[in-house]
């Protein structure tokens, strides 16, 4: 049962890192292809700036995962973040070499800079902090929302008779009593008249 629930976890890990990875791609290879006559320092300084903010991206799928899963948390928020590390690096180094091809210059593909210490080491970082601080702040969200239902509990039932409506109601009644009777007065006035009248 616990080697289904960890297979689970792996996969799901697996599949959050491979998206991120597919977006970081995605957006080195629309970088490059905006201009492809741009020197390798302008393309790494852009590669710079958008893999600073991968950890955001990162985090924020993790967190929306882990939310509405039900295994073990922090397997897949490691998982999710090393898988995302590492097939970034792949990415980039994949869109590095497509612009040493274009540009006709040697193709360095090092494998060091996919799997290293450091990435290994960043994506557990990285998991283990979504993992606990998901697991505190959920916990501290669970029991405010249940303060907040054991004091609803605590609040007298709210009424569902109110005794203005029913004032309203009975002077309502009253109203149209009058209004019956006022109608029969003027009827029998009506024959009083019709009647003196037929006299004459």
């Given amino acids: 049962m616990w080697k289904e629930t960890l297979k689970s976890d792996l996969l799901q890990g697996f599949k959050i890192g491979l998206v991120c990875g597919i977006w970081i791609g995605v957006v080195a290879l629309a970088k490059?292809?905006?201009d492809m006559d741009k020197s390798l320092i302008e393309f790494a300084t852009e590669m710079v700036l958008i893999y600073a903010a991968y950890p955001a991206l990162v985090a924020i799928v993790i967190?929306?995962?882990?939310?509405?899963?039900?295994?073990?948390?922090?397997?897949?928020?490691?998982?999710?973040?090393?898988?995302?590390?590492?097939?970034?690096?792949?990415?980039?180094?994949?869109?590095?070499?497509?612009?040493?091809?274009?540009?006709?210059?040697?193709v360095t593909f090092e494998m060091t800079e996919i799997v290293s210490v450091s990435t290994m080491i960043n994506g557990l970082l990285l998991g283990m902090l979504l993992a606990l601080s998901y697991k505190f702040l959920g916990k501290e969200v669970l029991e405010t929302s249940v303060s907040d239902t054991s004091e609803n509990q605590d609040l007298p039932p709210k009424p569902n008779w109110d005794p203005?409506?029913?004032?309203?109601?009975?002077e309502v009644h009253v109203m149209r009593q009058e209004m019956n009777s006022s109608k029969l007065e003027i009827y029998q006035l009506r024959k009083e008249i019709w009647q003196l009248s037929s006299q004459r």
């Fill in 164 to 170: 203005r409506i029913e004032s309203l109601r009975q």
């Fill in 32 to 34: 490059l292809l905006e």
């Fill in 63 to 106: 967190v929306i995962t882990i939310s509405n899963h039900e295994g073990s948390k922090l397997i897949l928020a490691n998982s999710g973040a090393i898988i995302a590390y590492i097939s970034a690096n792949l990415l980039l180094q994949i869109a590095f070499a497509i612009y040493e091809i274009s540009n006709n210059q040697i």
